[in-house]
């Protein structure tokens, strides 16, 4: 059920930080090397509007996904893709926005869950514990954990999430602990509690670990 009173949006990422540092000094040097990350969680936004975009980038290259949003946001009467949006088209006009078949099933289910009240506004998703927001949000065809995950972290700013099925973030975790591989979900979400209840903040590091990594990566030259 959902809690009685919105949850706050954020975190005190400076306290985030002194935990992590605390409980992880191998991830504290590459927190050090890397300094401080800003997330600007203030922004409004819509769960249909964000579950409808996560859909439409499914498996599309960003290039390619933002232009077939650029024609289906040009079809919304509100210029923002909500259920009665998504009611109101045809497959037709859809399908000539480049939505595939598939998506456009998910994008409909999208809308009914909306019009059923399964996906909340964005206050009544407020009031939603993480948990519950993965169970009724995941009931969207198309829609899985990790999506969810991703717009708790990046939306909400909810402090304690850590998308343990993300190869970058387990990627991010073996590069910082030396691992010979990427940790199996399981074991990172078994390894990861030492950064709660700021797993979110880690997650957001891991992913900036693996790009500095790939940069600092020496390049080869071959020799004729």
Same mark, same amino acid.
């Given at each position: 059920m959902p809690a009685a009173r919105p949850i706050p949006r954020g975190f005190?990422?400076?306290?985030?930080?002194?935990?992590?540092?605390?409980?992880?000094? !191998?991830?504290?040097?590459?927190m050090r090397r890397i300094g401080p990350i800003e997330r600007d969680f203030a922004q409004p936004f819509q769960p249909v509007d964000a579950l409808a975009h996560a859909i439409l980038y499914q498996q599309l290259s960003g290039k390619a996904a933002a232009t077939i949003v650029g024609r289906v946001l040009a079809l919304m009467p509100r210029r923002r893709i909500d259920a009665d949006g998504i009611a109101a088209q045809s497959d037709e006009a859809l399908r000539g926005a480049g939505v595939s078949r598939n998506k456009i099933a998910a994008l409909r289910d999208l809308a009914a869950k909306a019009q059923q009240g399964v996906v909340p506004d964005a206050r009544g998703l407020a009031r939603m514990s993480d948990a519950d927001a993965i169970g009724q949000l995941t009931q969207v065809r198309g829609i899985g954990r990790w999506t969810v995950e991703m717009l708790l972290m990046s939306r909400l #700013?909810?402090?304690?999430?850590?998308?343990?099925?993300?190869? #970058?973030i387990r990627k991010g975790a073996q590069v910082v602990h030396g691992w010979d591989a990427p940790p199996k979900p399981q074991a990172l979400a078994e390894f990861g509690e030492r950064w709660g209840p700021y797993r979110t903040l880690a997650s957001f590091y891991l992913w !900036?670990?693996?790009? &500095? &990594?790939?940069? &600092?990566?020496?390049?080869?030259?071959?020799q004729d």
């Open positions: 005190d990422v400076a306290a985030a930080q002194a935990h992590l540092a605390k409980r992880d000094r !191998r991830l504290a040097t590459w #700013g909810r402090p304690d999430i850590l998308p343990v099925d993300d190869l #970058g !900036r670990v693996v790009e &500095a &990594a790939q940069q &600092a990566a020496p390049t080869r030259c071959s």
